[in-house]
């Protein structure tokens, strides 16, 4: 048995170093009275799109916010179809759903996690507007396969880039790919606020002029609505914090790779664990580490009683939640979702975790895949 615990997130030591900095932050925004919207999430919305390498930035409210509104600015609502994956948070689908769309789905690629891009045409009907590919656990999608059909189809691309902060996609930075991009700035994020927050990036400034006006209740001027909008502003508070964080988040995913790198050294040999592969034609960064073993749950449970926490992302496919009931799909749609989703756990990672964190984790996990339900260990 370990006795060291390992959390499988520590925001409090990866907060601890940058503290004082993001109060002085803080205090700032607190003399200028500027808490919703204003200066610093303008100034944060500049740096980030810079670090994305786009044009403009839009920070709103949360991560759903920013695809809900890039698809509303798309114009993408009743009647239209947005292509997606099962295998994914429940704010992609959630977005579409809100916008009036339908999400249609399908399956992921089984060595990336991504969006199956030989999948796409299928899914494609006269209805279709858009393909909103995630970046899943950090992995970008195969971008330039889904460029390359959306021109031809006509289609708009909306990258769900929320865990992909600092990800690369042959050279270029993920969310510098489509015609819009969402992140989310949600505290367990790879670049999280105080908080919640989320951003759109572009290179379209009349689609950055559009999402400004349904973040702000539709309004290019004050009191004049030429769209019905909704309230979907960044906390002036957290557009400081993003900018001091933003300053540490190449440090931060760095650290993670090197954890990732520890992790598939340690566990290479394992065969009950199957470990995840780095596409060839990008860099993850590692938002999450996911491992699939089998019994997973059982795994889990036993990793706990070791005082090793680990998370599962995510456990019930979009297509098979009740809230989806009304699309008449069933198990078997989609097979590498749902084995994936039987499988997947997610082990600690974040950038402080350390190489005696890692080790522990690592054997835990051994001990774990090689004990058998029933069976004391
Ligand atoms: C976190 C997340 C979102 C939603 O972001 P929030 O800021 O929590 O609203 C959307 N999509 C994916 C893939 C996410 O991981």
Not at 12 to 35: G, S, T, W, Y
Not at 225 to 251: C, E, F, P, S, T
Not at 273 to 296: F, K
Request: charged share 20%; aromatic share 8%; net charge neutral.
């Amino acid at each position: 048995m370990s006795s060291l615990k390992v959390p499988f997130l520590d925001l409090k030591a990866h907060h601890d170093p940058v503290r004082q900095e993001i109060l002085a932050a803080m205090n700032d925004v607190i003399d200028a009275n500027a808490f919703a919207g204003g200066p610093f999430v303008a100034r944060f919305e500049e740096a980030f799109a810079a670090y994305c390498g786009t044009k403009h930035g839009i920070g709103v409210g949360n991560g759903t916010d920013s695809l809900w509104f890039s698809l509303l600015a798309l114009g993408i609502g009743a009647g239209d179809e947005v292509i997606t994956v099962p295998m994914t948070f429940m704010a992609t689908t959630e977005a579409i759903s809100m916008a009036g769309a339908k999400p249609v789905f399908v399956d992921i690629d089984p060595r990336t996690y991504t969006m199956d891009v030989a999948a796409i045409e299928n899914a494609i009907t006269p209805r279709t507007k858009a393909i909103m590919p995630v970046h899943l656990f950090g992995q970008c999608a195969d971008m330039d396969p889904v460029m390359e059909i959306a021109k031809r189809r006509n289609l708009w691309v909306i990258e769900d880039a929320a865990q992909a902060p600092g990800t690369l996609y042959r050279g270029r930075k993920a969310g510098s790919i489509g015609h819009a991009a969402s992140f989310s700035f949600y505290p367990g994020k790879n670049l999280g606020a105080w908080g919640e927050a989320g951003a759109v990036v572009t290179n379209d400034l009349a689609l950055r002029d559009r999402i400004r006006m349904y973040r702000d209740h539709g309004q290019a001027r004050k009191y004049h609505h030429d769209v019905i909008g909704w309230n979907g502003r960044m906390d002036g508070l957290q557009g400081a914090v993003l900018g001091v964080k933003l300053k540490y988040l190449d440090h931060g995913n760095s650290l993670r790779r090197a954890a990732a790198a520890h992790y598939a050294k340690l566990l290479g040999e394992t065969a009950e664990v199957i470990l995840p592969e780095e596409a060839n034609y990008g860099r993850t960064n590692h938002h999450v580490y996911a491992v699939r073993v089998a019994e997973r749950d059982a795994v889990m449970q036993r990793m706990a009683e070791r005082g090793i926490s680990c998370g599962i992302h995510y456990p019930v496919p979009v297509h098979l939640q009740k809230a989806y009931a009304s699309l008449g799909h069933r198990r078997g749609d989609f097979p590498v979702t749902e084995a994936c989703a039987d499988s997947f756990l997610s082990l600690p990672m974040y950038p402080e975790i350390t190489a005696e964190q890692v080790e522990a984790v690592a054997v835990a996990l051994k001990a774990s895949v090689k004990s058998r339900v029933g069976v004391a260990v």
